[in-house]
């Protein structure tokens, strides 16, 4: 007999109790309405509704509360992330602070005028070289022209 010859066996088998509880349960209870009045029923009914309902109370509470205690748990949980990230940011703006320190400003803009003098006397040096080529260009024309 293999696994599924040996589950549907277990099937059938259970199907037959199944039945037979259920056969059981609806005797039971053409039993109770033979042998109870409707107000009796009725009175029945209600207590188990009440205990029903007084039952889904209690566990809607603790549900309730459980909830609670998640929402409460999850908010210290973030509180506790948002502190990490500001001491993060606090030492990021403090290392950020004493690097600032670190550089002299005086001492970059020294190099940065220093830097654009440089340039200047180098774009005055070409300025005055293509100034020579162009008098020496006008030059040749005016010997050309013979003026």
Known sequence: MNDFD?????????L????????????????????HD????????????EKATEGAKEDLDKAKDEAIDKIGDRKEDIREGLDKMKQHLDDMKQKAQEELKDINVDEKM?????????GMGKAKEMLGEGMDVVQRQFNELKKYLNL
């Open 110 to 118: 020294a190099e940065a005028r220093q830097s654009l003098e440089e």
């Open 38 to 49: 409707s107000a009796q029923i009725k009175a029945d009914l209600r207590e188990k509704v």
């Open 6 to 14: 040996e589950l549907l066996n277990g099937i059938k088998k259970g």
């Open 16 to 35: 037959g109790s199944l039945a037979e509880d259920m056969q059981q349960k609806y005797g039971e209870l053409v039993e109770y309405l033979d042998t």
